[in-house]
């Protein structure tokens, strides 16, 4: 893989906040795999939703925990599913017309 798609647009990335993902489902950890790196050098930690304390965190209970990914920026809104991608793609200059077709 093209280590350039890896570097940062800016030298330092502030936190932009944290991607819950199920680390249980075979999807989920096969993006994180494949993009974490480079969301991560944007600012994004991801974060399993099996962590202790994710549903209060996300404002959801636990059985709507798992359903699916969600995104909390750091200003503390929260995204979920495809709104989360949208929001994650948007971070990024060369996918931000992906995620404005989102």
Same mark, same amino acid.
């Given at each position: ?14 936190? !932009?906040? %944290? ?9 989920? #950890?096969?993006? +994180?795999?494949? #993009?974490?790196?480079?969301?991560? &050098? !944007?600012? %994004?930690? %991801?974060?399993? @939703? +099996?962590?202790? /304390? &994710?549903?209060? +965190? ?6 709507? @925990?798992? +359903?699916?990914?969600?995104? !909390?920026?750091?200003? /503390? &809104? #929260? ?8 929001? @994650?793609?948007?971070?990024? !200059? ?5 995620g404005f077709i989102l």
């Open positions: 893989m093209n280590e350039d798609l890896f570097k940062a647009d800016d030298a330092a990335a502030p936190v !932009r906040g %944290w991607i819950y993902y199920d680390a249980t489902c075979g999807a989920c #950890v096969w993006s +994180q795999n494949r #993009v974490g790196r480079l969301l991560a &050098s !944007r600012g %994004w930690e %991801w974060v399993p @939703l +099996q962590t202790p /304390g &994710s549903a209060k +965190q996300l404002g959801c209970t636990e059985a709507e @925990l798992l +359903q699916e990914m969600r995104l !909390r920026r750091a200003d /503390g &809104s #929260v995204h979920r599913g495809l709104d989360a991608w949208i929001v @994650l793609f948007r971070s990024v !200059r060369w996918m931000r017309p992906l």
